[in-house]
């Protein structure tokens, strides 16, 4: 079974509307934290957002939030106000506490259109 | 400038020919990690080091060794290259921690062809 799952291959969004980005999670670790990452078509990847376990509050980072929603094993990235620039790849990752391995996701490519 | 240096950025190789993709931080970071990506797969963690001489397999370690005797540097060794080793490799280190805010740095990315 897949431990991090991005279910939209790909969408396409219009500017300045906002973004939800699904990622949905599998651990039976009570310590976990959760990423996600951006990859722009030249290839670097950029860190955008982190939820520990036991963060009581979303994060939020600038446009970003994660709408973390723990019971339900749910992740998911909200960008505000879409910009040109947010076309890329999008991943989603855990890193669990009992191995310190990290998983990714299998990326959503987000394309927003102007 | 902080920042993870992979070497050498592309590569094309032939099966059964040794090679080693060198990663070096200078961030002091305890925890550093070496991923695969391959298209509609995402990135899949090879191998991860917590610290110096502490390594461990990721979900893809088969065809791969890593060394980690130093804190700053972690080299992806291929032993024995096969074509299904084609793929952009990308290095990355963080402080380590599990509970806190722990950002991985990455490389700039290593695409390899194994012909």
């Known amino acids: 079974a897949q431990k991090i799952t991005q279910t939209q291959p790909g969408m396409f969004v219009q500017e300045k509307e906002a973004v939800t980005l699904d990622c949905t999670y599998d651990?039976?670790?009570?310590?976990?934290?959760l990423f996600w990452y951006k990859q722009p078509s030249s290839g670097e990847m950029i860190f955008l957002i982190y939820?520990?376990?036991?963060?009581?509050q979303n994060a939020t980072e600038g446009r970003y939030s994660l709408n973390f929603q723990k019971a339900r094993k749910s992740a998911n990235l909200v960008i505000s106000a879409s910009q040109l620039g947010d076309s890329a790849m999008y991943f989603c990752a855990m890193r669990e506490g009992r191995d310190d391995k990290i998983i990714f996701g299998k990326g959503t490519r987000l394309h927003i259109l102007p | 400038e902080a920042q993870v240096t992979q070497n050498p950025r592309y590569l094309i190789t032939v099966t059964g020919k040794k090679l080693t993709v060198t990663c070096s931080q200078n961030m002091n970071h305890e925890y550093m990690s070496w991923y695969r990506q391959d298209p509609g797969l995402g990135l899949r963690q090879i191998y991860y080091?917590?610290?110096?001489?502490?390594?461990d397999k990721g979900d893809v370690p088969e065809g791969y060794k890593v060394s980690r005797k130093e804190k700053r540097n972690f080299p992806l060794i291929l032993e024995s290259p096969s074509p299904n080793q084609t793929s952009l490799y990308f290095c990355a280190s963080s402080l380590g921690y599990l509970v806190r805010a722990d950002e991985q740095f990455f490389g700039p990315g290593t695409r390899l062809t194994v012909l």
């Open positions: 651990t039976s670790d009570q310590s976990y934290g």
């Open positions: 080091s917590m610290n110096v001489e502490v390594t």
């Open positions: 939820q520990g376990s036991y963060d009581e």
